[in-house]
């Protein structure tokens, strides 16, 4: 079995870019991926456990890579959020996949 990281990019709620290889081979989200680099305070990211309950992984889509479409609780629980934008999605909807190479996000304000 042939383990491979992808490159995504991910702005932190400080503004500072952070380039990270998240690997493809842990069924891991962006949320987890935000969390394992400690690139937002312990406790302010994926309060709910990646459950789509909280607001608190959402990010703002930077790039123009192609993601899974929204699910129906994503889209709920954005609809309630705050600072929420055009490009708004939950980090814990979004798979570590080889299709998000090269991803680019920033984290939202903590609400």
């Known amino acids: 079995m042939e383990y491979q990281d992808i490159k995504i990019t991910i702005i932190d709620r ?3 870019k952070h380039n990270v290889e998240a690997p ?4 891991m989200n962006l949320m987890e991926v935000v969390r394992s680099f400690e690139l ?3 406790g302010t990211i994926g309060v709910c456990g990646g459950m789509a309950m909280c ?3 959402q990010c703002y889509v930077l790039s123009d890579t192609e993601l ?3 699910q129906d609780d994503e889209e709920a629980m ?3 959020a705050f600072y929420v934008k055009d490009n708004s999605r939950l980090g814990c909807q ?3 996949t080889p299709d998000i190479e ?7 304000p903590e609400s």
């Open 40 to 42: 937002a305070p312990e």
């Open 102 to 108: 090269g991803l680019e996000v920033e984290l939202a």
């Open 78 to 80: 954005l609809s309630e």
């Open 14 to 16: 400080e503004g500072v």
């Open 24 to 27: 493809i081979d842990m069924a």
């Open 94 to 96: 979004i798979h570590i």
């Open 68 to 70: 899974p479409e929204m």
């Open 55 to 57: 607001a608190s992984c």
